[in-house]
Structure formats: C-alpha cells, structure tokens
C-alpha cells in the first residue's frame, strides 16, 4: 500500500499581493504532489493565507477599508491565481475562517489548562514587521535583520508559552528523526540556535494595541499572536480533532517553507504539537530564497516578479519548469529573464521539442503516420543501451523527487532527452529508410524513440503537466486511468503499434529576447510569442468556415469510446456531432449550453457514429473549455 501524502505551504500574508516567491512554494507544493499522484498516494494539498495581526490592520488602513474587507480582496488574488498557474490544491484555509478559529481556541485552552501558559509583565524590543520581540544578540547593529530599522521598546504584561520545557525533548526528537528538517543545513542551522536557551514565547497581544486576531479563550483582553494562530491552520483544515481526514493524512504531513520561516516551523511548531499532544508532523522541507538582481524582492527597489506577467509572456510550463530546474532546492538562486529564455531556448525547444517533432515527422514520413510494428529480429541490435538508460533516468528521477531534488530530477529527464537525441544521430533513420533492407530496423527504432519520449512524458508530467498531455496527445497513448502513473511508465509498453499520431508540433517555440522587450516598450503591453500562429489566411478563405450556433438537445456516452459523446444539436434543424470531450463534460452538463459548430465539415464516422459538424473548444493541456456566447442567440445564427 502506498502512504497517503500531505503537503503544505505556508499560509501567505495578506498584506501584499502575491510574487515569484510565493508562486514558486505552491508550485513546488503542486509538482510534490502530483508526483506522488503518480506514485499511487492518495493526496491532499494544502494552501491558503494568514489574515490576523499588525501587518495587515496597517496595510488595510493605508488603503482605507475595513480588515475585513481587505484581507477577502487579497486573499481572493491569492486563491485566484493558483489555477492559473495550474496549481491543483485540494483545500484553501483562511485563519478567518470560524472553522480553524475554534480550533486556535481549543489548543490555547488545553495548553494554558495543563499549566503551559503564563502571564508575565515583559519590556522588550518589538518589531512591527516581524510581528516579535527581539533579543539584543539577534539583531543586527541595534536594527532587526529582515527589516533593518530599530525596533520598539514595548513594555505590557503578556501571555507566554513555555517552550524553553520542551527544548530537549526537541533537540532529541531532530537528532532521532535524520531527515525530520531538510535539507542538512537547515537541521543543523535549528540545532546550532538550540544550542543556547529557548526563551519562553510571547503568546498575546492586549487588545488595547491589537483588535485584529483570535481572542483567548482565557483573556478576552488579548489576542493570541499570529504565529500561534496561523500554524495551527496545518490541523485545522483537516479538521482536527475528530475527522477522518485527519486520521488518514497527518501521520503523513510534510510542510514546505523557504528559510524566512525556519524558526517558528522547525521550532514552535513542533513544541506546539508535543505541548497540545497531537503527533509531529513528519518533514520540513526548506526551500532558499530567489533575489532578482542580486537582491531581496521588494516593493521599495522596485524589482518584484509578478508570476503571471511571465506566465503570459513565455508559457505557463515552460515558467514551472524553469522554476524547478534553475532552484538547487535548499540553496538561493537568481532570478532574470535572460537565464529563463535560455532555459527554454536550451533546454525546452532545442532538446525536448526538436526531439519529439523530429519523430514525430519521421514516424509521418516514412510510416504514414502510424506506429510501426517492433521486429524481435532486430530489436536487440538496435537496443544501444537504451533499456538501462531508461532505467537509469528513471530510478535517479524518482530518487531525486522523493527528496524534494527537483532540479536533479529534471537533469535526469535531460540528460536521457539527450540519449535519445544521441540515439537519432547514431541510427540515422533517414538513412535506414532510403534502403527496403533496412526497413525492419527503421520501425524498430522509431518504436524505441517514441516509447522514449512517452516515458519523458510521464516523467515531466508534475512540472509541466499540459506539455505532458499535449505529449501523450500526439503520442496517442491511452492508458486506463486519466493520469500516467510511474507503473505505466515502467511498462515499457506506452506506444502501441499500429496507432495514429497527429501531425508533428511545437511543443515549446523558440523565443527571442530581444523581440519580447521591444514588443513590451512598443506596445506598452506584452505580446506572446509562445504562441504559435499558423499562417495567415484571407477573408475568402475563412469565409469558406461556416461556423454556427447551436443548442445542444441531447447528449450521451458512447459505449467503448472513453473520449466520445454522441450529441443531437439544434442549428436551426437537427444534427448529430460526435464530440471527444467525454472525459471533460458529463452529458447532462452539456444539455442547454449554446455551443459553436463548424457546420459545413465532410462528416466522418466515429466508433460506427456519423459526425455531422465539429463543435470548437479549447484544449490547453488536459484541460478543455467549450466556446460558448456570451449571450442567448437563435440557434443556427452564423458566425463571423
Ligand atoms: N504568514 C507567514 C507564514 C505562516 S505559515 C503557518 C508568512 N507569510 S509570507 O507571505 O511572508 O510568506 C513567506 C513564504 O513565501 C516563504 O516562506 C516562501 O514560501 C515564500 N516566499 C516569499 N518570498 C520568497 C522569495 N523571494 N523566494 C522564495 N520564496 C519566498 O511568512
């Protein structure tokens, strides 16, 4: 049985609006999880945002609204971008939500009742940026680290939490659990600071200074401090105490976080979940920090990356994968443009998209499209090591993800990419088909070529999951369940002789740096040349399309046709159109919706159906949106 897998992020602050830094997290939280998907885990993803506390009362006055209207406008932007960068996650938590606040309530109350909490007058030095106290030995110059401005000698009688008990059961649990803050440097980093007495930690705010928070349960003077309250969402939104959820996935929880957050994740946290009682999570997985020209994004230097920008100027697969494969996980890295086009350039368009156009045309070329016959006689003559290297590239990918090393899996997957190019070069196909004799090896070795590049498609899958199905698309494979596990990629039997392969494509467009800059300062907006246009036609010719508008009346499954739906349309008199969107739309989903058909297509007969017309959608990826009207229109109204 494969373990259920549960990843985090961390809940991000609604106090600016989401950049590179964030997205790279989720994303990375998005390519864990669908890799362990294809493991055979069951999965749970979670993300969402951290609402409470100084920071974001300051950054809801500064744009004169209530808290509370505020934080739902960024949160919003936050839960809204993720689709858009593919992110599957199962579940968003806010720390407004009634559900996590009881339980931030029950787990201060069982703490404070077994005598872990107490209430001191404290003076210290605060940092509203921080949203904590600092000793002297931590700052820097007399200034916080992160913020660089002195902070605020605060003088008030607080709540604390004892965490300076548990400090040597901490130390003993990281040194049992090898692998329990990863990577190394970043264990070793919490023991070094555990080295020197846990101060206990300041766990309210008085409502005097702060109103925007969880109230304790044994104070309705003070909230609880944000970190107290925003951990807890790991729990809360599996609905601890009592929910199955909670049962099945947080024996298995894994957190991801870059290294601004070491401390209170590597820390607090799991003195938290020792003092409250509830298991410890299971990894840390610690993540550097990107800097854009050699420094920390920040509004004030003007250098903070919007991730959409850059999805819509070079494509959202080719971005994700310059994320995983440019990041060494656990170390910084720099961000720029220039390094992401040449990644795309490289990596991308030259080694991967070459790679499968090139078969692609060859498999077109020479064998009609179809997938040609392996010949046993000369299958093992033409194996040249391939076998091992797919092993190989396979095993050292799945090591490499299981250890959050995406960029050594990506290597991996290029480095057999390039064995494959090698393997062209070597066989020469064009040259094995100028010759009857040799045809038999032909086939054979763009068999093996496009059994490779399945492979690759499976492998590539968590980090480009639409190239992928573009991939598997063109490969024409089908396998039983909607998602390419790491068992059908070790069958070595993805291709099936005989089947057809769509005409050859572009999977990522070569993209010229110069040209994306001129058209953004010409055009005061960006162009995208990932788009590859076809070649332009005239008003006569589109003019022979007869596109129409059409009401669907019935729509039904086809039997032994997984894709198909047989559907009947009004365009003003009936037709049947068999569509293969099957796996995207329930039929009665479809019943009513206002579609657009090609009325004037030959009809072609699909599973014994004949196809009169084709309705237009959207395929990106897996994914497929029907075009529809924005409005009701008499059926059969045509378009232009
Ligand atoms: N709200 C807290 C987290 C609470 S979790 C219980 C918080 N929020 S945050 O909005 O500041 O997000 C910090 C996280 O955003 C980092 O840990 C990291 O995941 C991501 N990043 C923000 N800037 C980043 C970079 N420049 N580079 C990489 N990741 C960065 O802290």
Known sequence: ?????????????????????????????????RFNAMKGSDTYFLTGTDEHGDKI???????????????????????????????????????TDKKHIAIVELVLKRIY???????????????????RFYMDRELVDGKCPDHEIEPEVIKESNYFFKMSRYQDWLIDHIKANPDFIRPEHFKTEVLSFLRDPLDDLCISR???????????????????????????????????????????????????????????????????????????????????YWNVDQSKMSKSLGNVVDPLE????????????????????????????????????????????????????????????????????????LQLGLESQTQT???????????????????????????????????????????????????VVLH?????????????????????????????????SDLMGLKDIKSKKLIRSGAELPKSITLFPR???????????????????????KPEITMEEFGKVDLRVATVIRAETIPRAKKLLKLEVDLGKKRTIVAGIAEKYKPEELIGKQIIIVANLKPAKLMGIVSNGMLLAAMEGKRCSLATLDRETTPGTPLS
């Open 1 to 33: 049985m494969v373990k259920p897998f549960y990843i985090t992020t961390p809940i991000y602050y609604v106090n600016a609006r989401p950049h590179l830094g964030h997205a790279y997290t989720t994303i990375l939280a998005d390519v864990a999880c």
């Open 57 to 95: 009362i300051r950054a809801a006055q500064k744009q004169s609204l209530s808290p509370k209207e505020y934080v739902d406008q960024i949160s919003e932007l936050f839960r809204n971008l993720w689709p858009e960068l593919n992110i599957d996650y199962s579940y968003f938590i806010r720390t």
């Open 113 to 131: 009742d077994q005598g872990d909490i107490y209430f001191s007058e404290y003076e210290g030095k605060y940092c509203f940026g921080c949203e």
């Open 206 to 288: 008085p409502k005097t200074r702060l109103d925007w928070g969880i109230t304790l349960p044994f104070d309705k003077n003070y909230v609880t401090y944000v970190w107290f309250d925003a951990l807890l969402n790991y729990i809360s939104a599996l609905g601890y105490p009592e929910n199955a959820l909670f049962d099945k996935f947080w024996p298995h929880a894994q957190h991801i976080v870059a290294k601004d957050i070491l401390k209170p994740h590597g820390i607090y946290w799991p003195i938290m979940l020792k003092a409250a009682d509830i298991p410890i999570y299971r990894h840390l997985n610690v993540h550097g």
């Open 310 to 381: 850059l999805k819509n100027i070079y494509g959202l697969d080719a971005f994700r994968y310059f994320l995983m494969r440019e990041m060494s996980f656990g170390l910084d890295a720099g961000f720029s443009e220039a390094a992401l086009v040449q990644r795309i350039n490289s990596d991308l368009a030259n080694d991967l998209g070459n790679l499968l156009s090139r078969v692609l045309t060859m498999v077109h070329k020479y064998f009609d499209g179809k997938v040609p016959e392996v010949e046993p006689e000369v299958e093992k003559e």
């Open 393 to 443: 590239a396979v095993s050292e990918y799945v090591q490499a993800m299981d250890h959050f090393a995406f960029q050594n899996a990506m290597k991996a997957v290029w480095v057999y990419v390039n064995q494959l190019n090698k393997y062209v070069d070597v066989t020469a196909p064009w040259e094995l088909a100028k010759k009857k004799s040799t045809r038999k090896q032909l086939q």
């Open 448 to 480: 093996n070529l496009l059994e490779g590049l399945g492979v690759i498609s499976g492998l590539v899958y968590p980090v480009m999951p639409d190239a992928a199905a573009t991939m598997q698309r063109h490969l024409n494979i089908e396998i039983e």
């Open 511 to 533: 993209i010229d740096l110069e040209k994306v800059k001129k058209a953004a300062s010409e055009n005061g907006g960006i162009d995208n040349p990932a788009v590859d246009l």
